[in-house]
């Protein structure tokens, strides 16, 4: 296996690289997409804002790691939510994931995060073993508690 990529904080130059792989990363799993140049502006706002963290693994980029904070009810700290993480299908299982995974979990504690939440769905077998060999616990529905469900909508 070939070492893996650098991790680097994105920039808002950065813009339409995060911007293609949301795209790819989002019509990967026929979920909708607002298109490469609206996400381009509007990350390249989001980071100048400090709104996200994204974090870009490889020359091209090749792969993503986005994080959002927010305050924590529960102590005077941060909490991190990993929104998205995408490797190029190409270059799954080369240790790219895992490299931006431990980038964002570092990125996390940097910015003061005591914890650190992810959802992903229960067919990407490939991501629940990297988020569980990362030492992430499942709490939905296992031995000790009832299923949980994630419930959306649209405003």
């Known amino acids: 296996m070939a070492a893996p990529a650098e991790v680097r904080r994105a920039t808002p130059d950065d813009a339409p690289d995060v911007a293609r792989l949301l795209h790819d990363f989002n019509r990967e799993f026929d979920e909708p997409s607002p298109g490469v140049e609206f996400l381009a502006r509007r990350v390249a706002e989001l980071i100048a804002a400090e709104e996200v963290t994204v974090?870009?693994?490889?020359?091209?980029?090749?792969?993503?790691?986005?994080?959002?904070?927010?305050?924590?009810?529960?102590?005077d700290a941060l909490e991190a939510y990993l929104q998205e993480?995408?490797?190029v299908p190409d270059l799954r299982g080369q240790g790219i994931g895992r490299a931006l995974l431990e980038a964002a979990m570092e990125a996390a504690?940097?910015?003061g995060a005591t914890f650190i939440d992810l959802d992903t769905s229960e067919d990407d077998k490939a991501?629940?073993?990297?988020?569980?060999s990362a030492g992430f616990i499942n709490r939905e529905g296992g031995p000790d508690g009832p299923i949980m469900y994630a419930y959306e909508r649209d405003l």
């Open 55 to 75: 974090l870009l693994a490889g020359e091209r980029p090749d792969g993503l790691a986005q994080l959002r904070f927010r305050p924590s009810v529960w102590e």
């Open 85 to 87: 993480l995408y490797v």
């Open 109 to 111: 504690r940097e910015a």
């Open 127 to 132: 991501a629940m073993a990297l988020y569980e």
